[in-house]
């Protein structure tokens, strides 16, 4: 579980968790998140310079137990493929 907040009070703490786990991979890169109530999913966007990613991670997949792993990798690879 990377936060056991919701919606909107998930943000920053998914917001500081997404930016060491893009730092760690890409250190030019960084990490803004917001939340999309209407799909109740996160959307991340990643971006590197002029290059931007959009993506979303779901609510369950960011409050689940033992689910960080897969949404750590999930980012890794987003930020490859930046």
Request: glycine residues 6%; hydrophobic residues 35%.
């Amino acid at each position: 579980m990377i936060t056991n907040k919701q919606a909107e009070a998930a943000v920053e703490d998914l917001e500081g968790w997404a930016n060491r786990v893009v730092r760690s991979t890409d250190p030019g890169a960084e990490a803004s998140i917001y939340y999309d109530g209407d799909s109740s999913t996160y959307v991340i966007r990643l971006a590197r310079g002029s290059r931007v990613l959009l993506f979303r991670l779901s609510e369950a997949q960011v409050r689940t137990p033992g689910r960080e792993k897969e949404c750590e990798d999930t980012l890794k690879r987003k930020v490859r493929d930046l």
